[in-house]
T-cell receptor, first 117, second 111 residues
Framework: EAEVAQSPRYKITEKSQAVAFWCDPI?????LYWYRQILGQGPELLVQ????????DSQLPKDRFSAERLKGVDSTLKIQPAELGDSAMYLC???????????????FGSGTRLTVV | AQSVTQLGSHVSVSEGALVLLRCNYS??????LFWYVQYPNQGLQLLLK??????LVKGINGFEAEFKKSETSFHLTKPSAHMSDAAEYFCAVKGANNLFFGTGTRLTVIP
């Protein structure tokens, strides 16, 4: 079964350092999402890509967060500088247009657990 | 705007007992609703979805949910809890282009 790949699985970084997460969606999925899930809460959308274009980044803290999907395939989410409050699970998901039109939702990766110390 | 509210952040049941996890939705259009399960340090796995066909939806692992428009609810149930059901469960509603999630319910199964 096709999967959304994310790396690293776990990351510990010091406050004020830079950190990056990588996501490889299911092959052929045009839409890619980055969600942040703070412990004890539900996932919240940070950014959504359609191919290489940003569809929605209204909740992305742009002073420190950036995301790119240069070739419309894999994606990188970066935080610089990291703050203590950024400790969370960062989840990537992808979907095809067929999935969203058919209301099938989307497929999540296993996430990256970030701890900022 | 679409949103979901999950009632009860923690639910405990005995092994073999009925599982009931509550979700109410708010939507200005006919909603498309989902339940996801998350095991510790894992991503979210789709349990089931409501896409305006049958109001009683069956999912994986013996779970099912019933869409009730009059109550704006989409509660998740399972007749008999297993230890392996212990996890966090999220209800979600489809917005224009993405999903909006509830705050989750942690299910504990007591042996």
């Amino acid at each position: 079964e096709a999967e959304v790949a994310q790396s690293p699985r776990y990351k510990i970084t010091e406050k004020s350092q830079a950190v990056a997460f990588w996501c490889d969606p299911i092959s052929g999925h045009a839409t890619l999402y980055w969600y942040r899930q703070i412990l004890g809460q539900g996932p919240e959308l940070l950014v959504q890509f359609q191919d290489e274009s940003v569809v929605d980044d209204s909740q992305l803290p742009k002073d420190r967060f950036s995301a790119e999907r240069l070739k419309g395939v894999d994606s990188t989410l970066k935080i610089q500088p990291a703050e203590l409050g950024d400790s969370a699970m960062y989840l990537c998901a992808s979907s095809s247009q067929f999935q969203m039109d058919g209301q099938y939702g989307y497929t999540f990766g296993s996430g990256t657990r970030l701890t900022v110390v | 705007a679409q949103s979901v509210t999950q009632l009860g952040s923690h639910v405990s049941v005995s092994e073999g007992a009925l599982v009931l996890l509550r979700c109410n939705y708010s939507s200005s259009v006919p909603p498309y609703l989902f339940w996801y399960v998350q095991y510790p340090n894992q991503g979210l796995q789709l349990l089931l979805k409501y896409t305006s066909a049958a109001t009683l939806v069956k999912g994986i692992n013996g779970f099912e949910a019933e869409f009730k428009k009059s109550e704006t609810s989409f509660h998740l149930t399972k007749p008999s809890a297993h230890m392996s059901d212990a996890a966090e469960y999220f209800c979600a509603v489809k917005g224009a282009n993405n999903l909006f999630f509830g705050t989750g319910t942690r299910l504990t199964v007591i042996p």
